[in-house]
């Protein structure tokens, strides 16, 4: 079986009414996360960024749990502003623009800086409970 990609971009469904959107992600309908394996949701968590500076978070790779417990898997999207994904992995490198409700980012095994930029608020779902003893900030490759 090939080894996962480390993320992927994920379309979630939009309906609209009366010039209104409504941005659906439930998990165990869209095909990327049931084969991630991410099903449910253990966290949610919101990083607003109201100020005049991008803000970079995460610069850190999910690795698997000493005890044996899954990797925690994340979808992200922007609902209002611009983030952008910086990634590295040991297949690749890339930057993905999160510039829509709609456009969500799947990471498993990837190094990720996120930016959030001024005015942007980025949503992020986890598979799992906040653990970072198994968060590594080594690049898994050999970017500067
Ligand atoms: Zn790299």
Redesign the pocket.
Known sequence: MPKKKSWEVVELPLFGKDGCKLVVCQLNIIPELIEAEFESASRVYLINNPTDKPSHRGQHVHLQPSDGSPINVELMYCITGTATAVL??AN??EEIQLDSPTKALLIRDG?HDIVVNPGGILVVIASTDYNPDSDSND?????S
């Open positions: 590295h992995s690749g490198c190094w690049k898994p490759c050999n970017c």
